[in-house]
């Protein structure tokens, strides 16, 4: 089957990749689409560190082919969209439903997939770019049929990251002030988010003048390609400040944007040894720096909850989709995402 693999040099899109059958509470998922994100380009530039040869793809939806045993929730035929949370359901942090604080969820790559008999690592335990992959059960969350295999793929990481960091870490009140630093992907559903949240002020900051327009049909009541300008609107800062790009010197933007009692958000990726920096005194009026792991999200509640909210026209899902290729045009829909001239890619097979 074909896939996208990275092998520590080269990028290539390749046809003879094979995947397991699924265990003991895992599913087989053909997928359908899948959307690129940046972090997918972050382990090709080494900004995350992940072992290869390693197929890479972490934003999927597709159809349930099979399951194993003791896998009740989904069944043969299901429309899914898929999470990267492997958590395990059963210790303290999962049961508290604290799933994204699992230590089973992150840094314990599997190896479902081989190439010419050789073991392939799973990335994200998702490794979307491929006809099919094998998930932990719980990783599946059934999605109405209607709702568009493109749309519903961005479901599993954009939406849930962004929507989630609002919605579940930051707790965005009614009335409330948001800046968003950033609006790619994420910083979209961040901007969504706030929306949803009932923010009455909503600043998207961006350097390309480019993305005002999608900006405002997000959510942005505002829209500055510096943040120079954002204390015209919020003389006295924001409620909360949510840097979406990786950029150490945007996170102390972020920081030095907050009114008192503020938070700042920690979404983008720098690189794994990055340091940032804050004035000590400016943090004692209650100000927070929050890191949020993938929205501090539950995805069998809120992906669920999300699909929901989008039939209902709530939440913007097929704007996201700014270009569809099919999987052989990888090369391309990486330059456009690197060059910033898609919000979201998606491949399709």
């Given at each position: 089957?074909?896939g ?15 995947v397991?059958?699924?265990g ?10 899948a ?25 999927g ?16 035929g299901?429309?899914v969209?898929?999470s990267?949370l ?5 210790c ?14 992150i ?8 190439r ?8 994200a ?18 999605i ?9 793929a ?5 939406v849930l ?13 009614l009335?409330?002030?948001v800046?968003?630093?950033?609006t790619?992907g994420?910083g979209?559903?961040?901007l ?23 900006a ?26 949510f ?21 700042a958000?920690?979404?983008?990726v ?9 004035l000590v005194?400016?943090?004692y009026?209650?100000k ?32 996201l ?20 001239r ?8």
């Amino acid at each position: 089957m074909r896939g996208v693999v990275f092998d520590g040099k080269q990028l290539q899109v390749v046809d003879d990749l094979e995947v397991r059958e699924p265990g003991p509470g895992e599913v087989l998922v053909a997928i359908s689409a899948a959307g690129l994100c940046h972090s997918d380009l972050s382990v090709v530039d080494g900004t995350i560190p992940f072992p290869v040869p390693v197929v890479l793809g972490h934003e999927g939806a597709g159809v349930v082919e099979s399951v194993g045993v003791g896998v009740t929730h989904v069944a043969p035929g299901d429309h899914v969209a898929l999470s990267t949370l492997a958590n395990c359901g059963t210790c303290a942090e999962c049961d508290r439903g604290r799933p994204t604080m699992c230590r089973q969820a992150i840094g314990r790559p599997g190896q479902p997939f081989t190439r010419g008999g050789k073991p392939v690592y799973q990335f994200a335990s998702n490794s979307a770019f491929a006809e099919r992959t094998v998930v932990k059960a719980v990783q599946a969350v059934r999605i109405p049929k209607d709702i568009p295999m493109s749309s519903a793929a961005l479901i599993g990481c954009g939406v849930l990251t962004g929507v989630g960091a609002v919605l579940n870490r930051a707790r965005v009140g009614l009335g409330e002030s948001v800046v968003v630093i950033g609006t790619g992907g994420i910083g979209l559903n961040v901007l969504q988010g706030a929306r949803i949240a009932g923010a009455l002020t909503i600043v998207a900051v961006d350097a390309n003048p480019g993305k005002e327009a999608v900006a405002r049909e997000f959510g942005a009541t505002h829209f500055l390609t510096s943040a120079e300008g954002v204390r015209e609107i919020l003389p006295n800062g924001a409620d909360h400040a949510f840097e979406c790009v990786g950029r150490v010197e945007l996170i102390r933007q972020a920081v030095d944007l907050l009114d008192r009692h503020g938070q700042a958000v920690l979404l983008g990726v720098p690189p794994a040894t990055a340091e940032a920096s804050f004035l000590v005194s400016s943090m004692y009026l209650d100000k927070s720096i929050l890191g949020c792991r993938y929205g501090s999200s539950r995805p069998q509640r809120d992906i669920a909850l999300y699909a929901q909210l989008y039939r209902e026209g709530r939440l913007l899902l097929d704007e996201l989709v700014t270009e569809t290729y099919p999987v052989e045009d990888f090369e391309k829909a990486a330059g456009d995402a690197e060059a910033g001239r898609v919000a979201r890619g998606v491949l399709t097979f």
